[in-house]
């Protein structure tokens, strides 16, 4: 991991046990969102991920789901 908490893309997927599938399902899903900017542009499809970013993704998306599943006025 760089001093900034950038990390490459196998990095990600070790971390976070992600496959090659999953994890390209999970960058296409934060490119789409607001969260964009934590994916780092060097050439490459995915070049570099800023993991607290990407974890704001993550936190925002979890809370998609469940006010999706449980309805968003409902308390959890």
Known sequence: M???GWKT???IM???G???STFNARM???FKSDYRDAIIYDKSK???IDENRYQEFLKW???KHWDNLLGRNRRR
């Open 14 to 16: 070790a971390d976070y």
């Open 28 to 30: 296409d899903e934060c």
């Open 61 to 63: 998306r979890t809370k």
């Open 9 to 11: 893309k196998e990095e």
């Open 18 to 20: 992600y496959s090659d």
């Open 2 to 4: 760089m001093a900034n």
């Open 46 to 48: 995915y070049g570099l």
